[in-house]
C-alpha cells in the first residue's frame, strides 16, 4: 500500500493560485485512479477532483471547474492539483487520495488510503 504525501498549501489572498502536490512512497502513483478532497471547517470532507491511472482522464466537481487543473507526472511520480482563481470558500485542508469512488454529490466522494492533508486557506 502506498503512503500518500501532500505538500503546497499555504495561504493565499481571493484571486490567487496555489499547486499542491501528492508524492507517494512505497510504490508508484501511476497505477492508481488518484482523487483530490478537501475537508473545511465544521463540515464533512467533499471529493473535487480525480484522475485515471488507465488514460489520465479527469473529473471535477461543479464549483471548482474550470478554476483547478488535476495531472499527473507520471516521472515523478506525482499527481498535481493546480488551484487558481482562489475564493475564500476554497478553504480547507486538501487530501489526496488513492482509487477514488465518486458517489452523488461531492460529500458522497470515498477513497481507500488518503493521506495526512495540507492546508489551504484563503484570504484576505
Known amino acids: 500500500q502506498v503512503q500518500l504525501v501532500e505538500s503546497g498549501g499555504g495561504l493565499v489572498q481571493p484571486g490567487g493560485s496555489l499547486k499542491l502536490s501528492c508524492t507517494a512512497s512505497?510504490?508508484?502513483?501511476?497505477?492508481?485512479?488518484i482523487g483530490w478532497f478537501r475537508q473545511a471547517p465544521g463540515k464533512e470532507r467533499e471529493g473535487v477532483s480525480a484522475?485515471?491511472?488507465?488514460?489520465?482522464?479527469?473529473y471535477y466537481i461543479k464549483s471548482v471547474e474550470g478554476r483547478f487543473t488535476i495531472s499527473r507526472d507520471s516521472a515523478k511520480n506525482t499527481v498535481y492539483l493546480q488551484m487558481n482563481s482562489l475564493k475564500p470558500e476554497d478553504t480547507a485542508v486538501y487530501y489526496c487520495?488513492?482509487?477514488?469512488?465518486?458517489?452523488?454529490?461531492?460529500?458522497?466522494?470515498?477513497?481507500?488510503?488518503y493521506g495526512q492533508g495540507t492546508q489551504v486557506i484563503v484570504s484576505s
Open positions: 487520495a488513492t482509487d477514488p469512488v465518486i458517489n452523488g454529490t461531492p460529500r458522497d466522494w470515498d477513497a481507500d488510503s
Open positions: 484522475i485515471a491511472s488507465s488514460d489520465d482522464s479527469t
Open positions: 512505497g510504490g508508484t502513483l501511476n497505477s492508481y485512479n
